[in-house]
C-alpha cells in the first residue's frame, strides 16, 4: 500500500467550472494527481469525457457529483447514486446520505464552514450536523488558504468534536476546483493510502479511512501494536500503541513551502501532546485512546507556525 495523490472536489464548464472536462484532466496530469473525483454541481454531464480523457493520461477519474443545496453541499463519489439533489431537505438529509452509500458511493459534507464568495447559496452547511454523522468524509480544509483562517479553525473542531463523540469521519481536503490556477497561491492536498490509484482501490482506500491532508508534506504515519502494523482508518484492538511518524517535504509543491517542522500533535479524546520532530527524522510515540487518535504535523511556514498535514484518525473500539 502506498498513498496516493488525490482531488476530491472539482468542477468543469458541465457546471460553473471554467475548464472543460478535458482540460481539467490535462492539468490533473499536470499537477501530478494520481487520481481526481469529478463533481460538478447538481449533473454528472461531464464525467464520462472526464474519464476517457483520464484513461489517455494516467490520471483516475472517479465519478462524482456535488449535491449542491440550499442549505449545505455534498460530494458524492462512486458514480452509483440515484439520489437528486433538488429531493434533499433538512428533514430527510440523513436518509439521503445512507440511500447514496447503500448504493455504493461515498459521502463528503463540503467546506462546512466556508462562507463562499462574495456569499453562495448553500456554501456554508446550515444542516444539523447531528442529523450528518452518517456521511463518510468531512472536509476540514477547503479552496485556497486550507489550513488558515476562521473556516479552517472551526472545521477542525466540529471535527475533532465530532471524533470525541465516537462518530468517525475520514478527514479530506476539497480544492473545490473551478479555475485554471497556474501557480496557486496556496492549496493542499489528500493522500489517500491504496494498493494502487485504480478507481476502486482509491475508494476502497477512501472507505478505510486512509488518508491525510497536507500542505506540501509528505507523512509517513502509522500504528503499531503488539509487533502488527495498522495505517491511518484502522481499528487498534487495544487502543494502546506506538505512532511511528517521519515526514518530507512534496518536492512538486509549488507553494509556499515549510522550511522545518516543529512538531507531532498527538490529538485523542484525552487531550493533545507534543512530541518534536525534524525532516527526515523518524518518531516513534506511545498512544493510549478509547476513540481515536489523530495526528497533526506544525512548521514554520509563511514566517509562523502552521499546521501543516493532518491525518484521519486511528480507532479503537468496534469495527469500520
Ligand atoms: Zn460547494
Ligand atoms: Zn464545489
Redesign the pocket.
Known amino acids: 500500500m502506498r498513498y496516493f495523490r488525490c482531488e476530491l472536489h472539482t468542477h468543469t464548464t458541465m457546471s460553473d467550472g471554467k475548464m472543460t472536462p478535458e482540460e481539467l484532466v490535462a492539468r490533473a496530469a499536470e499537477c501530478g494527481y494520481a487520481a481526481i473525483a469529478l463533481t460538478d454541481?447538481n449533473t454528472v454531464a461531464g464525467v464520462e469525457r472526464a474519464v476517457k480523457e483520464g484513461e489517455r493520461l494516467g490520471v483516475t477519474v472517479l465519478r462524482g457529483i456535488?449535491w449542491?443545496t440550499f442549505w449545505g453541499?455534498f460530494t458524492v463519489i462512486g458514480g452509483n447514486s440515484d439520489v437528486l439533489w433538488r429531493d434533499i431537505t433538512p428533514q430527510n438529509v440523513s436518509e439521503k446520505i445512507a440511500r447514496a452509500q447503500s448504493l455504493g458511493d461515498i459521502v463528503a459534507i463540503?467546506?462546512p464552514r466556508r462562507m463562499g464568495y462574495p456569499l453562495c447559496s448553500g456554501?456554508h452547511c446550515d444542516y444539523d450536523i447531528e442529523k450528518l454523522t452518517g456521511a463518510d468524509n468531512y472536509e476540514i480544509w477547503s479552496h485556497y488558504y486550507p489550513n488558515e483562517g476562521v473556516a479552517a479553525r472551526q472545521q477542525l473542531e466540529q471535527w475533532h468534536s465530532l471524533l470525541n463523540r465516537g462518530i468517525r469521519m475520514t478527514a479530506v481536503y476539497g480544492y473545490?476546483w473551478h479555475n485554471r490556477d497556474d501557480v496557486p497561491s496556496s492549496y493542499a492536498y489528500t493522500y489517500v493510502g491504496a494498493d494502487s490509484a485504480k478507481a476502486e482501490d482509491i475508494i476502497r482506500g477512501l472507505r478505510k479511512g486512509a488518508t491525510y491532508v497536507t500542505v506540501g508534506v509528505e507523512v509517513n504515519c502509522k500504528a503499531v501494536c503488539c509487533g502488527k502494523e495498522y495505517q491511518i482508518g484502522s481499528v487498534i484492538p487495544s487502543g494502546e500503541c506506538e505512532i511511528e511518524i517521519s515526514c518530507r517535504p512534496v518536492d512538486d509543491y509549488r507553494s509556499d513551502k515549510a522550511k522545518e517542522l516543529t512538531r507531532a500533535e498527538i490529538r485523542t479524546e484525552n487531550g493533545v501532546r507534543s512530541v518534536p520532530i525534524r525532516f527526515g527524522e523518524k518518531i516513534m510515540t506511545k498512544a493510549t485512546f478509547a476513540r481515536y487518535c489523530t495526528v497533526g504535523i506544525y512548521g514554520e511556514r509563511k514566517g509562523e507556525e502552521q499546521l501543516l498535514a493532518v491525518t484521519s484518525a486511528f480507532y479503537s473500539g468496534g469495527e469500520r
Open positions: 454541481h456535488e449542491t453541499h463540503a467546506h456554501c473545490d
